[in-house]
């Protein structure tokens, strides 16, 4: 028994040794292709960011980059969408920031080492990273991108955060429009719920949501053109609003209260006081226990009110401007974002009279 065991032990031993030369022959080759790697100053993960020092670099906004800035170099901070590796020497990748992209390219040259290829090659997608480079007008049209006519070579790439390598939802998934007949992947609403942050990074949904600040900015803009004053009322109430029913009831320290139904009582009180025109935007409350995607317990509503000096036609014409001036707003304004919805969720061109 006992040799038995000294032999297991001198087993350890001679394993541990062996282990050993491997760490330090690994740890030789590591350093010997660090003095080699003349480039790498230019990549690497970026220290966590403390505010000790500040940065003299300047980041402009995917959106900004166009053909005007050809040939000049810039610094771009946005999130790695996707990548692709053709060779040992080049690296394709795309930059996304909120709703743009711009494809982005790293090749072996003078500044360029094989090891920053495959440092970039293996960045996890949606990191957050810096690039520096040149930016080139591309050969071709990009059409996977919205910079479809310029692309950045990058000289210099720093993650900043780094995410996951396995995200519980893929981007691509959850942006792709569901096709009968395709066996493409779709993300389903559970998942993408569940996921919301990752969810709300989808070129979709950030145009979703561009359109709908637009439309509330159209909307001041409109009525502030015209004279009115926007207002803003209370949401906790003492008592129901139209009628009483379908409210929701809350707690309110030793009483109860109600979440407004409406901003019309206000609304009209403000008439009252000689506001003349007034409007307001702002979450409305319905307890309506239908399940349905028509009926919704909360929504954000817009909501006009004027004194009426002789015909309700006074009303209807400033209605009808109104809608007139948003849509033309929209369709103006906002023509990337619609289509990039349409892309996920196929529609017919909105179309409407004028005048209203």
């Known amino acids: 028994m006992s040799e038995g065991n000294e032999n297991v032990k001198k087993d350890n031993k001679k394993l541990s040794k062996e282990e050993r030369i491997a760490a330090r022959q690994n740890q030789s080759k ?86 920053m290829v495959k440092f970039v090659s293996d960045i996890t997608r949606e990191s957050i990273i810096d690039v520096e480079g040149f930016l080139r007008k591309s050969p071709t049209k990009i059409e996977s991108c919205t ?39 779709v993300a389903k609403q559970d998942t993408k719920l569940d996921n919301r942050i990752i969810d709300l990074r989808t070129l979709t949904n950030q145009a979703i949501y561009r359109v709908e600040a637009g439309v509330c900015r159209l909307f001041r803009e409109t009525l502030d053109s015209q004279g009115f004053v926007e207002i803003h009322t209370p949401k906790i109430i003492n008592a129901a609003s139209e009628g009483g029913a379908n409210v929701f009831k809350v707690s309110y320290f030793k009483t109860s209260a109600y979440l407004a139904q409406s901003p019309q009582l206000y609304k009209q009180m403000a008439i009252a006081a000689d506001f003349e025109r007034v409007y307001t935007i702002g979450s409305v409350f319905r307890a309506e226990d239908s399940n349905t995607h028509r009926h919704l317990t909360e929504f954000i509503g817009l909501d006009v009110e004027i004194a009426i000096k002789y015909h309700y036609h006074e009303v ?29 969720y196929p529609s017919e061109p909105f179309q409407f009279l004028e005048p209203a």
């Open 30 to 115: 590591q350093a010997e292709s660090t003095e080699d790697d003349f480039a790498k100053d230019f990549y690497g993960l970026m220290p966590l960011i403390q505010s000790k020092e500040k940065v003299d670099r300047t980041l402009l906004k995917v959106a900004d980059l166009t053909s005007d800035l050809v040939d000049t170099k810039v610094w771009v901070r946005g999130r790695l969408f996707v990548s692709r590796k053709t060779t040992n020497k080049q690296c394709f990748f795309t930059i996304r920031q909120q709703f743009h992209t711009v494809q982005a390219i790293v090749s072996v040259s003078e500044t360029v080492s094989k090891a």
């Open 316 to 344: 209807l014409d400033i209605i009808g401007n109104l809608f007139t001036s948003i849509f033309k707003g929209l369709e103006k304004q906002y023509a990337k974002e619609i289509e990039t919805v349409r892309k996920q």
């Open 147 to 185: 910079q479809s006519d310029v692309e950045l070579h990058a000289t210099q790439v720093f993650v900043v955060s780094q995410s996951e390598p396995r995200l519980p939802l893929l981007i691509e998934d959850a942006m792709r429009p569901e096709i009968e007949g395709e066996d493409l992947s």
